[in-house]
Structures are given as C-alpha cells and as structure tokens.
C-alpha cells in the first residue's frame, strides 16, 4: 500500500492536520474538581481519603479482592517480587518483548532473567514454549520446588505480560506454573480494561501488577497498582510500599525493611476521576481498533487483532509490516510526515545489561521485532 494513503486515513481519523502523537491523556471529568478538593484539605500527600477510595475502586474493577496503589509500575512489580519470596540468585522467567521496567524489576532484588519466547497470535508468553524449556530444563526437588538443571538456581517466578493490552494465554501459564511451583506474577501494565475468558487480565496470577504513567490507557501523572485475591499478601505489600512502619499514636517502629513506594493522595484523586471515564474510553479506543482493522482488511499490513477467548482495551493498535525493511521506510514515511509511529521494543535478550540472560528458542519475538509498529491510538475527542 501507499503509506500516504495511511497517513491520510490516520488524519481523517483523528481529524486534524498538526502532529499526531502516539497517545495522549484525556482529562474530560472530575479530575480538576478532586485536584482542587485535594489541594485544598491539605493531604496531598502520604495520607488521604482519595488513596483509599481509588484502591476500592480498583478492586472492584478488576474484579480481585484487593488494590493496593503504588507510585509507579514499576515499583509495583518491584515490590511483588519481594512479596512473593524472590531471592538474590533465582530464576525469575520472563518475556524478551516487553518495556524495560519488566527486567529492571526482576534485577533490582538480583535475581536472573530467563526469557521464553512469546505466541505470535498474543505477543505475550507462551504456554508451549514454556513447557517445553522446563520439561527440558527444570527439575522438581525434595522441598517441592524447581530448580534449573543446568545452573542449579531456583525457579521461583514467572512474570508474563499482556503486550499492548491484548491478553497473553494466561490461564494455561497459571496451570503451568502450579505444576512446577513457580510464581505466577502479571505484568498487566499494558491491560487495564482487559479481559482473557471473562476475568480481568492480572487476576489469573497470585499478584496483577498495573502502571499508570501519562502514556497508558488511564493516567495518575505517575502510578501503579497491585491486584491479588490474597489478603496476607495484600496486607504484607501495603505494610513494606509504607515503610513498613507499625502503626503507633507516635512511636516510629518499622519492623522490616520498608520502601517509600506508596501512591500520593494527589495522584489517587486525579486516578479516581480517570477511571469513572475508562470504560468510555475503552469503547471509543474499539471504535478506532475496528476503524484500522478495516481499512488495513485489504492491504497488504497486516492489523494486530485481539487474540481469541480475550477482550483487549486495545491500548495502543499495532500493525505488522512484511519485514524489517519495510518497517523501517514505514516509520521514516509516518514520522516524517506528523505521524507519530514506534517500533516495538529492542528485545531485553539484546540489551547489554540482559545479554548473557539464559533463554530458549525466540523466534516469534523476533519476528515481531522486525515487523511490529505502533501506530495513533487516543481517545478521540
Ligand atoms: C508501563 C509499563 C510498566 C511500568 O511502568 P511505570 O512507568 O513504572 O508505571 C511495566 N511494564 C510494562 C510492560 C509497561 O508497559
């Protein structure tokens, strides 16, 4: 196809002829009336009645008995890992296509990536390939748990996440991840809106962890959240992002080492009017997804659909070019031309602080390496 034409249709769509960005926030409810009324109590900070209602408000969203809203996602997944047991030295298993914070996560407790490779239908982790590096490489031991074969390091977590919004095979990962003992923790930065078989996406996993930074569906400025069923574990992942300061009229008493990782009360209130509004946005960003899976229909680009049994908030749409150098005159055409367009991520396996990372075969994330490019996803006005 001509990549005017795209440009044009792109432009027909968000009905203007300045800059189009990848995706912008939409601040068109409450959020000026709860900033102010934040601003003015004063409790703009550790403390407030918009954290507590925010994480109530989540909760029911999504459908897990407990929210606990943090400063950032990557905090979040930061703090799950801890929570879960992760140590200094084990296996953590995660996919090689996703944003940086997934690994940085999963390095700052020191413990060592290894990299499935995701399905190419979901762009998230796959059940298969999965299976079959552990039926290969993992041992179950005497206490229960697994163990790598080869470097004798213990496989404590598996932290798969749903790219762009769209929901990885995550039922069949939690199966998985039973037989072997291992953690299942979602990324479900990306999915907010997101449902795979009827549950929302970070629900199938003992911890869902949520960002919302400016660039996600639904925005706090900076935040994240975490969702799990378990109520000793909820409690244990408010008590270490507060410090982990025992409550007390006065005394400072911190019985662990604690992190300062709570969510402000002013982003809680700008995070409560965002999500009165996110079920509007997620139809009018499906209007949009079926606008481009129709125009792309009979081209020659291929329009990344949401996967099967899966409700995706198409976060931001994605289209699969023929091959990396089509992909490349692609974004050089669009960007030149006022259209914001973005490859996918650099696979974590190629970067240098994750290259000598254990992982199996990668095929499939490597062909949407070469192929994938984000293209305007905003609410439209
Ligand atoms: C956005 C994002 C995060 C966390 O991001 P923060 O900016 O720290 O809120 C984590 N993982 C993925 C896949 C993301 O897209």
């Known amino acids: 196809m ?18 189009i960005p990848l995706h912008e926030p939409r601040f068109y409810g409450n959020e000026k009336k709860y900033l102010i009324d934040c601003i003015d109590s004063t409790f703009v900070s550790s403390v ?19 929210a606990v809203a943090c400063v950032n996602g990557t905090a979040a997944l930061h703090i799950s890992l801890i929570a879960v047991g992760v140590k200094q030295n084990d296996i953590v298993i995660t996919q090689p296509l996703s944003f940086i914070a997934t690994c940085n996560a999963i390095a700052y407790i020191g413990a060592s990536h290894l990299f499935v490779d995701v399905d190419f239908d979901t762009m998230g982790l796959s059940p298969e390939k999965l299976k ?3 039926q290969e490489f993992a041992i179950k031991k005497e206490d229960g748990f697994s163990y790598h074969k080869i470097t004798d390091q213990k496989i404590s977590a598996c ?25 299942l923790i979602e990324d479900a930065a990306e999915s907010i809106g997101s449902y795979y078989k009827k549950k929302h996406t970070g629900t199938y996993g003992l911890i869902g962890t949520l960002s919302f930074n400016g660039n996600k569906i639904i925005t ?48 809680a209130a700008l995070m ?7 079920n509007y946005f997620l139809e009018n960003k499906r209007k949009l997804a079926l606008s481009y899976k129709d125009f792309f229909k009979e081209e020659d680009i291929q329009f990344v659909e949401e996967p099967a049994h899966s409700k995706s908030n198409y976060w931001v749409c994605a289209i699969l070019l023929e091959n990396r150098k089509k992909r490349d005159e692609f974004l050089q055409f669009t960007n030149d031309n006022g259209v914001m367009t973005r490859p996918t991520w650099i696979l974590m396996n190629k970067l240098i602080m994750y290259k000598n990372s254990l992982h199996g075969n990668l095929d499939n994330a490597q062909a949407l390496e070469d192929r994938l490019v984000n293209i305007p996803s905003s609410v439209r006005i």
């Open 159 to 183: 932290v798969p996440m749903h790219t762009y919004g769209h929901p990885c095979r995550i039922d069949e990962l939690a199966d998985i991840c039973n037989y072997y003992n291992i953690v």
């Open 48 to 66: 407030g009645k918009y954290v507590d209602d925010f994480e109530k408000r989540l909760a029911e969203y999504t459908g897990a008995k407990y």
């Open 2 to 19: 001509k990549y005017s034409t795209l440009v044009t249709f792109i432009r027909g769509q968000f009905n203007t002829d300045q800059f």
């Open 220 to 267: 706090s400025g900076g935040g994240g959240a975490i969702i799990t069923n378990d109520e000793v574990l909820a409690k244990k992942v408010k008590h270490l992002t507060t410090q982990a300061k025992v409550p007390h009229r006065w005394e400072f008493v911190h019985d662990d080492i604690g992190y300062n990782y709570r969510m402000p009360n002013i982003n």
């Open 132 to 134: 079959i590096y552990l």
């Open 272 to 278: 409560c009017a965002q999500l009165e509004q996110l």
